[in-house]
């Protein structure tokens, strides 16, 4: 009798641990990245996050400080890099146009490993 209380009270013990570990985890956001482009009154706010052996960015538009819109957003690669935290990004505007480039493996001193992303600006135009 006391073997089958034990027997229970081990199998609900191993139920809870379980659950526990299926808990919802959270990627960790890096502290924000701001980059001012050619008007003074526009930036990019790059919100960098890592989780487990993954990484990526959200890249918002701000425009005279009103409230971000995100434009889109960035995967890294299976390490946990943080290319824009190590500053190895690019940004290139022409005109209504915006070009994002991040390395996404840290020792490729040749920068062959990039992924890049364009976004249009156009709606910006509208206010």
Not at 82 to 103: H, M, N, S
Not at 117 to 126: A, K
Request: aromatic share 12%; proline share 5%.
């Amino acid at each position: 009798m006391v073997q089958k209380v034990i027997m229970k009270l081990s199998a609900i013990w191993i139920l809870i641990l379980a659950l526990a570990g299926c808990a919802p985890m959270e990627r960790e956001y890096h502290a924000d990245l701001v980059v001012p482009l050619q008007d003074p009154s526009e930036q990019l706010v790059i919100k960098e996050w890592s989780f487990l052996q993954g990484s990526g960015a959200e890249v918002y538009y701000q425009k005279d400080g009103a409230e971000p819109v995100l434009l889109g957003k960035t995967t890294g690669g299976d390490d946990g890099f943080c290319p824009f935290q190590k500053g190895l990004y690019e940004i290139a505007q022409d005109g209504g146009t915006l070009t994002v480039r991040w390395c996404f493996h840290p020792s490729d001193n040749d920068k062959t490993h990039w992924r890049s992303e364009t976004f249009d600006l156009s709606f910006s135009e509208n206010g």
